[in-house]
């Protein structure tokens, strides 16, 4: 078949806040290919997405993304690989192609599945999907107090493994972070895995990040996650160093399999964490996956929205070793919950199973997600380059 459509649907909650977290807006894709249909999503800005398929061609390494998409053949998972070969090539100097490339990634993957009868991972060629243990990704507390309240609220929700990130943590004195870690180690109990998300604070700072090592490595935490932006890749060998046993997590950041290459190479980390959403889709993110099994890193999503954008990120490492953890959002806003009809929860073993349904296994509910829809238009010379389309 020919991918004869591509629309891009931009939600967003009424009011989006400064905080850290990504699950307030939303940039849906449905592709179309003859009579089949698929979705995906993007993580990231959602009109500058919109943007780059749309834009007009600045020249020959700058073109809108649509043009390495429309037409193109579809009939499995080699075209999906040549299709982003080709929006890598053609959209070189577009920043966000990446981005936009993502979400169109998962929904061509997502059409395959649905027409195959066949879940993603098994069209990645892995045969069963192992369970994950889902940790709770959550902010800081604004105090201690409120980290402590959220922790134990985790761990009453049946979560074995928690991550705090964000908020106040390295903004303040190394003594004020040190007690939001001890506050989330004593609310999740001695036996829970405890993850710390430092949200890139200290930039490339190994000393500011160093002075927070003794709380880390007192409460016995599993990992610290981007104590530093993804390229430090320096700062990041000289602080695991130092660190012992908390190992470093990185590579949300990465938008390109080289990015996250580079990550497995230098940066001494014990888990890399990839957005399925944003790193130019499952296809590269399968890729890095394989890598960092090759060298012994461990491989975990990163996902802070949908359900939809969860099952993408999951089927990269469907099947992981059984120790595998995997990031799941607990208080997203009403609009990452509304976008799909199935919700992925943990089963009775507090253990999260990827979907075993065609495709990503969860499907957009269209009616839910109606009142997040944000009109849209982008006119260039009087040309009309992009109208919200109907759901
Ligand atoms: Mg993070």
New binding site residues.
Partial sequence: VKIDAVDFFYLAMPEVLDVGDGSQDALLVRVQAGEHVGWGECEASPLVSIASFVCPMSHSACKPVRDSVLGQRLDGPDDIRRIGDLVRAQSLDLLQADHTLSGIDIALWDLLGRRRGEPVYRLLGDQRATPKLPYASQLFGDTPEETLRLARAARDKGFRAAKF?WGPYGRAAPADDAAQVFAAREGLGDDGVLLI?A?TVWLDDVAQAARRLDALRACRVTWL??PFVSGALGAYRRLAELAGPVRLAAG?GCHSYHMAEQLLEYAGLGFI?IDAGRIGGIAVARRVAEAARARGVAYVN?TFTSHLALSASLQPYAASEPDAICEYPVEPRQLARDITHEQIVPDADGRIRLPDGPGLGVTPNLAAIAPYLQDVEIRVGGRTLYRTPAL
């Fill in positions: 990130g998300d949200g996650e981007e949300e964490q990163h």
